[in-house]
């Protein structure tokens, strides 16, 4: 079966439903933006009002046209959006965009009427782009269709770009003619009643014409399906996102520690970094990382190189490295010999090298040749200010022509006639950076494709061991329930007895105990005095259990039990936690534990589809990790342990949905290299 988003960016023939007469009406400026960018397949304009628009015949009615549709564009008013598409699903079209706006974004009614909407769609065979939306385009040359109201003629690349915001796509398109970027596909899928980015993924990772997928996104509509693509292999072109909203407004109430801890924006940064997807800060870096993509080779490693004529811009250049994770390289002495007989006396032949301002078009063409055959050099940023005397053009041009398997991104500063003269006259037309605070950013996106997990195990949900009765949703597990459960994961769960006051009478005790109470409402312990370390004989045990009985009592707070644990000395205290993303399903957290958990802010958070290397590059990403490695002279922790205990929380996340959170606080390690959980809770 044909793929039926190729019907959206190949299509023959295009229906506009609401073309309009009037000048500077939407309806009107895109049946213009069509003709003038010269679609060449079949254009059918409908509206009752107009025998002719632009040229073209105008059907009354979509009844009248007998063509067949492969794409239509609605933008009529709201109140005949939901009879177009009823008729256009009668017609057997396939592929709709609704461009017109008035539904979910303005309340009650509006959401009614997309509901509406999307049950005509889901009850046929179309696909719905939309609601809110401003069109699509498509620049190869055998569709060349500008289906938007930005009158620009953007250029064929093989970057594909999807926006969630209609004024975000406009303001890409108005910037085109400044910014140089060239799309193969641009889609604006404004509310997402149907179509997502899911399918944008998908189709344009088959979509011969398309080599990077650019998104800009305010929301995933389905974050766990979206990374399940990356999960299952099935994604192997770069995929670059810039995602709105970082600020934490978000934050999920939650009760535990791990849940607390978790925004959702810190969530996204998590499985984007887990899974190598690349999330640029904004949409200049955006594009020029897949600038980069399409048009330089791939970096083999981090270490780069800086060839510049002015200290201060090199100067930037080389802060931006560190933070993006890239290294000074190290050039070999051969290369700074052959520098030397090129590079004026009082110029660096050091990395960064400096040519000074006047070196020219020549010196800069073969300080790159003989800076990238050095075998300590991954990328070259060559930096270049126009100063009075050397001309931007050739300088560049001639940096352009090297033809080498390593990448050379040029920063160039020049006076504003050189642009013009540069699109007129570059040869190869590649792209160039205009800050230099630029390359370091894509070279770091490029190796984080690069260096993209592929083809690693990873762990699948399997079948569900939780064993509850009725609706249990936002409780807590009791501590049977949480011990059966911690049994069939193998946590290493401290040795536990559960007693009534009066068992605690008879019971007999390896001192020194800890003592806790055990109530529905009593859940942070320690902050309740429900929690009493190091008890060291059986009189001291009655009398502390007296007073918490009495104190609760007080406080009209059930106690159900006690719990008695061996005191054990922690020589650290972790947290190993879980929780449940709306968006992207099962998380798992790892980092210092202990009652200051929230304040010390040592953890890192991973999707719980973690392979070996993930819980690895958990345990060495937080301070705590590196510790239990051994500092200062001391033996590393039996790390084994610690990364079981990770895995089986994952594992209980994934097979178990309907648990929500969990919490092991704290997973204590011992002097003598033990490793218990004191305190494991679970909520549904
Ligand atoms: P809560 O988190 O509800 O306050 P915990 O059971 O985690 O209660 O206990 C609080 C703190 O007491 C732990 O962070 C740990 O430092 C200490 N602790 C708890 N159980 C033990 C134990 N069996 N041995 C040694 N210390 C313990
Ligand atoms: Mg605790």
């Not at 889609?187 to 080599?211: C, F, H, M, P, R």
């Not at 800890?514 to 001291?540: F, P, Q, T």
Request: hydrophobic share 40%; charged share 25%; aromatic share 8%.
């Amino acid at each position: 079966m044909q793929n039926i988003f190729n019907k959206f960016f190949y299509p023959r023939s295009l229906c506009i439903v609401g073309a309009s007469s009037k000048p500077g009406s939407l309806g009107y400026e895109l049946t213009k933006c069509v003709k003038d960018y010269g679609f060449t397949g079949k254009l059918l304009l409908v509206n009752p009002k107009a025998e002719e628009i632009l040229g073209y015949k105008c059907y009354p009615t979509l009844s009248e046209v007998n063509d067949e549709i492969d794409l239509a564009i609605i933008m009529v008013p709201k109140q005949f959006a939901e009879g177009t598409i009823a008729d256009l699903v009668k017609k057997k079209v396939q592929a709709i965009i609704l461009v017109t706006a008035g539904f979910k974004e303005t309340g009650k009614d509006g959401e009614d009427a997309e509901k509406r909407i999307i049950k005509l769609i889901k009850n046929s065979d179309a696909r719905l782009v939309g609601p809110n939306c401003m069109g699509i385009i498509s620049t190869l040359p055998e569709v060349k269709m500008n289906a938007t109201f930005v009158a620009e003629k953007p250029e064929c690349g093989k970057t594909a770009f999807c926006s969630q915001s209609g004024a975000i796509g406009a303001a890409v398109l108005n910037s085109l003619r400044e910014t140089d970027i060239r799309f193969s596909h641009f889609i604006s899928i404004g509310n997402k009643a149907d179509v997502s980015e899911n399918d944008l993924l998908e189709y344009w990772q088959q979509d011969v014409n398309t080599e990077v997928l650019t998104f800009y996104l305010e929301s995933f509509n389905d974050g766990e399906s979206f990374i399940k693509y990356f999960i299952e292999d099935k994604i192997s072109k770069p995929v670059v996102i810039v995602k709105g909203g970082r600020t934490s407004s978000g934050i999920k109430a939650a009760s535990s520690h791990t849940g607390a801890l978790g925004s959702s924006d810190k969530v996204v940064d998590a499985v984007m970094n887990q899974f190598g997807i690349i999330r640029a800060d904004d949409l200049n870096d955006l594009f020029n990382i897949a600038k980069g993509f399409e048009n330089f080779p791939l970096p083999k490693g981090n270490r780069v190189v800086v060839i510049t004529n002015a200290g201060g811009p090199a100067i930037l250049t080389v802060d931006t490295l560190d933070k993006n994770g890239l290294v000074l390289a190290e050039l070999s002495e051969e290369t700074k010999l052959k520098l030397r007989e090129i590079v004026h006396p009082e110029g660096s032949v050091n990395n960064p090298v400096d040519l000074l301002p006047g070196g020219s078009a020549d010196q800069f063409k073969k300080v790159n040749k003989i800076v990238a055959l050095d075998k300590n050099v991954d990328a070259i940023i060559s930096v270049f200010v126009e100063p009075i005397m050397v001309k931007a053009f050739p300088v560049i041009e001639g940096i352009n022509e090297i033809d080498l398997s390593k990448p050379i991104f040029q920063v160039v500063m020049p006076l504003p006639e050189f642009w013009n003269e540069y699109r007129k006259n570059s040869k190869s037309g590649k792209p160039l950076f205009r800050n230099p605070e630029d390359p370091a950013v894509v070279i770091s996106g490029m190796l984080k494709f690069k260096n993209r997990p592929v083809k690693v195990k990873r762990l699948q949900p399997s079948k569900s061991k939780l064993n509850i009765a009725g609706d249990r949703k936002s409780k807590f597990l009791s501590h049977e329930e949480v011990k059966t459960l911690s049994e069939e994961y193998h946590l290493p769960v401290i040795e536990t007895h559960v007693l009534r006051f009066n068992e605690l009478e008879t019971g007999e005790f390896q001192f020194p105990v800890v003592l806790k109470a055990v109530g529905e409402k009593i859940v942070h312990k320690s902050e309740m005095n429900a929690v009493i370390l190091n008890i060291r004989n059986k009189d001291e045990l009655l009398q502390k259990a007296d007073k918490m009985i009495k104190n609760f009592g007080k406080q009209n707070i059930k106690l159900n039990s006690f719990l008695i644990q061996p005191f054990i000395r922690s020589k650290f205290e972790l947290i190993v936690g879980g929780f449940r993303d709306p968006g992207f399903g099962p998380m798992i957290m790892f980092g210092t534990g202990g009652k200051y958990v929230e304040y010390i802010q040592d953890s890192i958070m991973y999707s719980a589809y973690l392979s070996d290397e993930d819980i690895e590059k958990m345990i060495n990403s937080t301070k705590i990790g590196k510790i239990l490695q051994g500092v200062r002279g001391e033996a590393s922790v039996d790390l084994t342990k610690i990364k079981g205990a990770i895995k089986s929380v994952a594992q209980m996340m994934l097979d178990n949905t309907e648990i929500n959170e969990c919490d092991i606080n704290p997973l204590i390690v011992t002097d003598e290299n033990e490793i218990l959980a004191v305190d494991i809770r679970i909520k549904c």
